[in-house]
């Protein structure tokens, strides 16, 4: 599995947050600059099979949000600390570029890139990958405090299996070939955190009110084959965004990222390089 820092060795640069947390992030490439933001259950490291095919067009600037990886975790958890971690590499991206910056985000981290956009005036293009709102995901009665137990009990294999398995759905051999990739260490080490993000995703609605005059150029990525739920969501953000565009990712569900990480990437190269209106 290709990693995501070049060299591989590379140590990770930080920014420091609103409330004064350390968040780290991976620079890689050469070009415009663009901000990734890993999903639910992860940290930068599920993003790498398809940044290495963005590194030749564009510098790449892989982070990992709050609690997991090379980043600090405040005290008090708020989705609103998370919009603020993010606006605040954009910001780090945008000095060291000297111009505007794109932002992606997969599922939670679409949700976080999304919250960002407001705080975050350099961003110049914005791609969100199936954001992570309530009505996506169908979950059993049970699962949330079930997961909660399994993680505080130490049983993050186990807790990380629930929610792929009743959350997101996923066969078993689908789960055991997520088992078998290098990130899955990495999902373990962040399950502290899986508890309160899915209360979250469960719980948190889009409000369009905040996004009907933002105007940044946006796409939004959606797997063919990705449940009704998903489809209701992100077709609520495209109506919200002035400049919102759903593109459909052929044959795909939520996880394009590692399943088909070419066509991730031709539909973000082209939307950050060529000229608005192209």
Same mark, same amino acid.
């Given at each position: 599995?290709?990693?995501?820092?070049?060299?591989?060795?590379?140590?990770?640069?930080?920014?420091?947050?609103? /409330? #004064?947390?350390?968040?780290?992030?991976?620079?890689?490439?050469?070009?415009?600059?663009? %901000?990734? +933001?890993?999903? #639910?259950?992860?940290?930068?490291?599920?993003?790498?099979?398809? !940044? =290495?095919?963005?590194?030749?067009?564009?510098?790449?600037?892989?982070?990992?949000?709050?609690?997991?990886?090379?980043?600090?975790?405040?005290?008090?958890?708020?989705?609103?600390?998370?919009?603020?971690?993010?606006? @605040?590499? %954009?910001?780090?991206? @945008?000095?060291?570029?000297?111009?505007?910056?794109?932002?992606?985000?997969?599922? *939670?981290?679409?949700?976080?890139?999304?919250? @960002?956009?407001?705080?975050?005036?350099? +961003?110049?293009?914005?791609?969100?990958?199936?954001?992570? *709102?309530?009505? $996506? *995901?169908?979950?059993?009665?049970?699962?949330?405090?079930?997961?909660?137990?399994? $993680?505080?009990?130490?049983?993050?294999?186990?807790?990380?299996?629930?929610?792929?398995?009743?959350?997101?759905? %996923?066969?078993?051999?689908?789960?055991?070939?997520?088992?078998?990739?290098?990130?899955?260490?990495?999902?373990?080490?962040?399950?502290?955190? +899986?508890?309160?993000?899915?209360?979250? /995703?469960?719980?948190?609605?889009?409000?369009?009110? =905040?996004?009907?005059?933002?105007?940044?150029?946006?796409?939004?990525?959606?797997?063919?084959?990705?449940?009704?739920?998903?489809?209701? $969501? +992100?077709?609520?953000?495209?109506?919200?965004? =002035?400049?919102?565009?759903?593109? $459909?990712?052929?044959?795909?569900?939520?996880?394009?990222?590692?399943?088909? =990480?070419?066509? !991730? @990437?031709?539909?973000?190269?082209? *939307?950050?390089?060529?000229?608005?209106?192209?």
């Amino acid at each position: 599995m290709t990693t995501i820092a070049a060299p591989p060795s590379a140590a990770p640069a930080y920014v420091t947050s609103s /409330d #004064g947390t350390r968040i780290g992030y991976w620079r890689s490439g050469s070009g415009p600059p663009l %901000v990734m +933001v890993h999903g #639910g259950m992860a940290d930068h490291t599920t993003l790498a099979r398809v !940044v =290495p095919l963005l590194e030749s067009r564009l510098t790449v600037y892989a982070v990992d949000r709050r609690g997991r990886g090379a980043s600090g975790d405040g005290r008090n958890h708020a989705i609103e600390r998370e919009y603020d971690d993010i606006a @605040a590499v %954009v910001d780090a991206a @945008a000095r060291d570029s000297g111009g505007t910056v794109a932002l992606f985000g997969h599922s *939670f981290g679409a949700t976080c890139a999304l919250g @960002a956009v407001l705080r975050a005036p350099d +961003v110049g293009r914005l791609i969100l990958y199936e954001p992570a *709102f309530r009505g $996506v *995901f169908d979950y059993p009665a049970g699962l949330l405090d079930r997961i909660t137990a399994l $993680v505080a009990a130490g049983r993050a294999d186990e807790a990380l299996a629930a929610a792929f398995l009743e959350r997101v759905g %996923v066969s078993a051999a689908e789960l055991d070939a997520l088992r078998a990739l290098p990130s899955w260490t990495a999902r373990i080490g962040s399950a502290a955190t +899986v508890p309160r993000e899915l209360r979250l /995703d469960a719980t948190l609605a889009f409000d369009p009110a =905040p996004y009907t005059t933002c105007t940044t150029p946006t796409r939004l990525l959606l797997g063919e084959a990705s449940p009704a739920g998903q489809r209701s $969501v +992100v077709r609520s953000i495209a109506s919200a965004l =002035p400049g919102g565009r759903i593109v $459909v990712l052929p044959g795909q569900g939520h996880m394009a990222q590692a399943t088909a =990480p070419e066509l !991730v @990437a031709n539909a973000v190269i082209p *939307f950050i390089t060529e000229p608005a209106g192209a």
